[in-house]
């Protein structure tokens, strides 16, 4: 079973700061199939980042993913705007089971 | 362009049934479509997913109590969850879901659902 472990559970930082949250699956993600979603409150999630490196439609080139291997994974956030404080998932797909997600990182402002 | 619909509330040891429906696209055209769960004030759990041509996978944890269908002719999906408990409580959300990047790439806003006698 492939487990989604996401650090840290909270960052505090300021607008114009760089973020940088982590995702680790406890065995390989296929295909580096890692997707990043942005939650606010009352807000259904955002799909920012699929295939560990790839924008979605209309996300801005502030964010980004990497894949460091085939079980760490970083999104980053160049420079924090106002709007980007808010949760964010990591998810895999293709592994056992089928899709799971990550427990989220807050990423609120210091 | 989804938009769920369901009871609001449900009595524990009851089934509960939900529809997304979906509009601006055909559930026809090579996607999954999913539920998603939220327990209030708590992260994402993924339910299950399901294509058109029957391939169907679900949260382990989930399967024996969870049905998720696809209704071409309505265009809309529906998920089933019998022997609701307390901890069946949560915003519940269907997505579309893409194969090819392994994301959900487009959601409903949720529906709302709590569990009480």
């Known amino acids: 079973e492939i487990v989604l472990t996401q650090s840290p559970g909270t960052l505090s930082l300021s607008p114009g700061e760089r973020a940088t949250l982590s995702c680790r699956a406890s065995?390989?993600?296929?295909?580096?199939?890692i997707a990043w979603y942005q939650q606010k409150p009352g807000q259904a999630p955002r799909l920012l980042i699929y295939?560990?490196?790839?924008r979605a439609t209309g996300i801005p080139d502030r964010f980004s993913g990497s894949g460091e291997s085939e079980t760490d994974f970083t999104l980053t956030i160049s420079r924090l705007e106002p709007e980007d404080f808010a949760v964010y998932y990591c998810?895999?797909?293709?592994?056992?089971?089928?899709?799971?997600f990550g427990p989220g990182t807050k990423v609120d402002i210091k | 362009q989804l938009q769920e619909s369901g009871p609001g509330l449900v009595k524990p040891s009851e089934t509960l049934s939900l529809i997304c429906g979906v509009s601006?696209?055909?559930?026809?055209?090579?996607?999954?479509w999913g539920w998603i769960r939220q327990p209030p004030g708590r992260g994402l759990e993924w339910i299950a997913i399901m294509y058109l041509s029957g391939s169907t996978y679900y949260n382990p944890s989930l399967r024996s109590r969870v049905t998720i269908s696809l209704d071409t002719s309505k265009n809309q999906l529906s998920l089933n969850v019998t022997s609701v408990t307390a901890a069946d409580a949560a915003r519940y959300y269907c997505?579309?879901?893409?194969?090819?990047?392994?994301?959900?790439?487009?959601w409903g806003q949720g529906t709302l659902v709590s569990v009480s006698s």
């Open positions: 998810q895999q797909y293709g592994g056992s089971p089928r899709l799971t």
């Open positions: 601006g696209f055909s559930i026809n055209r090579g996607y999954f």
């Open positions: 295939g560990a490196s790839s």
């Open positions: 065995q390989s993600v296929s295909n580096n199939y």
């Open positions: 997505a579309r879901h893409s194969a090819v990047s392994g994301a959900f790439d487009i």
